[in-house]
């Protein structure tokens, strides 16, 4: 991290933020959706906007994801920069037909002749009791659609760097916001500021096994890592932030030094993003530095469960990234 | 009929009368168009209507031969619905519309040898050969594309609509779809959307009345289509898709409405395609009868008798109107074949923008 800034921000500010700054910047930037006006959005991510911005910029929608979809995909296509707000990811499911038939899809269709610069902000994963449909992370979905970019920032620099990138890319773009990250507190430089998409960061270096983290498991993964090293494990943790298009140099590079590498996030394994970077790393020059085979450690495939205990173990924790990261680091040893 | 200070007892009849009260009767074009309309404008009408014939006779023929990858969808014999709503626009107004959209693309004013080389799936076509004639779009002619997602371009509309008014612009859209279309949950979210927001489009449904191979009849439980309209607190109304003049005039009215602020209103337009939904369809769904009698009200030859009956235009002068489309079109097919293919190479670097 290049900040020297001492200001914190929480990981929600840094998202209002960033919108805030873009606004300002451009009259043709203007945010969309549910409750996002006076309510300041379901999780108050907007809030004070309406207030700046007025209705027009800061405009509430009918209970219509489809239409909402359909708002930010059209005006984008006359060229302004939407950026629509989901009330949860699972009900992107309402809007996929926009998003995955319209707005990925124009650009290469109509023979590169127009562009489609939006981004779509989702709220996502498990942790908050709210049930199986409104908890899903469902980025292996988006990253399978050509024409669309995936943003998961792990931290409030990163929300603020990467969303302002997205908002200024030209094409559609996923912005998953973790629920449980956005009261996270972390240094935010007060000036307007771009990470470009496609740059992984190593959030920690160590030398005996990567642990590949996007999201919320990256904190897990960082404090994992921390009680790891008092058993003299050290672990490098890498984010790629942006899972499409991805990094995959600084993974490749960290797991060719370490040898080892356990890839965890929180949707469901089976056909999880963990798949997609398992095979990067196999099919890299990594391959002939891996000492143990690739391991994965992900959510359970089954819905997000209401009940603490039971929506605590149907995703990986702390706990859990230490115990296979500890296996992995003495596998065949 | 008054249906005010009725008692619960009355509340069926109520109900019935209420139906038949938004059930709009079909509006038919009014004669006087023939005299404002200038001579140009009506000769522009034709020209479009045939060329859309014959393209689409001619897109059929080089099918058969073998000539065309994949399939296409033929909206012959709803000519006038397309060419009499986007007669009504000015140059820089937009339209976006749906697979079966070779009507709108030639009526707004596409190059048909452009044209026939995207069906060929030729670099030089409107889509670079990428999208074939379900995704026909021409975004500097104001041809915001076709989308083969039935009521998918509908929600897209609301965004390019709201676009224009945010930046106080003076065009309008219109929004094409189908019957089938107007089933779909895109259709009322939609519509409802554009409502609240006063967008300056029209949503015009080409009800050709068969999605696939479903009636319409068979699919809602309405006489017609414009009184969906109601449940979005804007005006509806059913022409006769047939006469180019009833829809000119229709959508005329709701462009101007768009136009001054007043929101959205929908169309419906009510015609008939002749051929199947697709190149699958054997139409084991319909009679010949039905096919034939739809064949006798056919859009162009009512229109040239209209310019006929009303002495606009000579029996010569609407003939040579019509070779002159035919030609057009002829040439237009033969040099697109001539055009090369495009390269595989590099279409990975086409999907995102820079």
Redesign the interface.
């Known amino acids: 991290m290049s900040t020297e800034t001492k200001r914190e921000l929480t990981y929600l500010e840094a998202v209002r933020e960033a919108m805030v700054q873009e606004m300002r910047l451009d009259k043709e930037v ?1 945010l969309i959706g549910e409750d996002v006006g006076i309510y300041g959005g379901a999780f108050g991510v907007s809030k004070g906007m309406i207030e700046e911005f007025g209705p ?2 800061v405009r509430d ?2 209970i ?4 909402i ?12 920069r ?1 950026i629509m707000e989901i009330m949860f990811m699972d009900f992107l499911t309402i809007s996929m ?2 998003l995955v ?2 707005a990925a899809k ?12 939006m981004v779509i902000r989702a709220p996502s994963g498990s942790g908050t009791g709210a049930a199986a449909q409104h908890s899903q992370s469902l980025e292996a979905w988006f990253v399978n659609v ?2 669309i ?1 995936v943003v998961a920032p792990s931290s409030p620099y990163d929300a603020k760097g990467l969303l302002t990138a997205a908002i200024r890319d ?2 559609p773009v996923l912005f998953m916001e973790h629920k449980l990250l956005y009261r996270l507190k972390g240094p935010v430089p007060e000036e307007s500021y771009c990470i470009p998409l496609q740059s992984a960061e190593v959030k920690r270096e160590g030398r005996d096994l990567t642990i590949v983290a996007y999201s919320i498991m990256v904190p897990r993964a960082m404090e994992a890592a921390e009680k790891l090293a008092a058993e003299g494990i050290e672990v490098e943790v890498v984010d790629p932030r942006c899972l499409k298009p991805l990094d995959a140099e600084t993974i490749i590079r960290s797991v060719s030094k370490t040898s080892r590498v356990l890839i965890t996030h929180e949707a469901p394994l089976t056909g999880g993003f963990g798949g997609e970077l398992a095979a990067v790393i196999a099919g890299s020059e990594a391959f002939d530095y891996l000492d143990a085979p690739i391991r994965r450690l992900a959510g359970l495939n089954v819905p997000i469960p209401y009940n603490r205990t039971l929506e605590r173990a149907a995703v990986p924790q702390v706990e859990d990234i230490v115990a296979a990261a500890r296996a992995l680091a003495l596998e065949g040893k | 009929m008054a249906s005010d200070n009725v008692t619960i007892e009355d509340s069926e009849d109520l109900m019935t009368k209420l139906k038949n009260k938004v059930d709009k009767v079909i509006v038919s074009g009014s004669q006087q168009l023939l005299n404002t309309l200038p001579r140009e404008k009506l000769a522009w009408m034709l020209q479009r209507m045939c060329e859309i014939r014959y393209f689409e006779e001619k897109a059929e023929d080089l099918y058969v031969r073998g000539l065309v990858h994949g399939t296409m969808h033929l909206s012959i014999g709803q000519e006038a619905g397309s060419v009499g709503s986007i007669a009504t626009l000015k140059p820089e107004d937009l339209i ?1 519309h749906h697979h079966r959209g070779h009507g709108h693309t030639i009526a707004k004013g596409a190059n048909l040898t452009t044209m026939f080389a995207e069906f060929l799936g030729k670099e030089a ?7 074939g004639s379900m ?1 026909i ?1 021409d ?2 002619g104001g041809n ?2 076709a ?3 039935v009521g ?13 008014q ?2 106080r612009s003076e065009q309008i859209l219109l929004s094409y779809f189908g019957d089938g279309a107007s089933n779909e ?2 259709f009322h ?2 519509l ?2 554009a409502s ?1 927001w006063k967008l300056p489009v029209v949503f015009i449904c080409d009800n050709n009345q068969y999605g696939m191979s479903m009636n319409v009849k068979k699919a809602m439980n309405i006489e017609n289509i414009s009184t969906r309209a109601s449940s979005y607190g804007i005006p509806g109304k059913t022409v006769d898709g047939n006469d180019v003049l009833a829809v000119y005039e229709a959508v005329m009215a709701a462009g101007e409405y768009a136009r001054s602020g007043k929101g959205p209103s929908l169309i419906d337009c009510l015609s008939y395609r002749w051929r199947g939904h697709s190149k699958s369809d054997r139409n084991l769904y319909r009679t010949p009868q039905e096919i034939d009698e739809w064949k006798h009200k056919c859009p162009i030859r009512r229109f040239k008798q209209v310019l006929l009956d009303a002495a606009v235009m000579t029996g010569d002068e609407v003939e040579a109107i019509d070779q002159a489309a035919k030609v057009a079109i002829d040439r237009a097919a033969e040099e697109a074949l001539t055009f090369p293919e495009p390269s595989p190479e590099n279409m ?1 670097d ?5």
């Open positions: 203007f027009e910029r929608t009918p219509s994801e489809a239409a979809a359909g708002a930010a995909t059209g005006a984008a296509l006359m060229g302004m939407p037909n926009q038939n319209a124009m650009r290469f269709m109509f023979g590169g002749k127009c562009s489609i610069p050509p024409g970019k030209n094409n | 976006i076509g409107y889509c670079r050969g990428r999208g995704h779009a975004i500097s915001l594309g989308t083969g997602v998918g371009g509908i929600p897209t509309a609301v965004g390019i609509a709201l676009a224009l945010m930046r949950g895109e979210e939609s409802n959307m609240i990975e086409e999907v995102y923008a820079l």
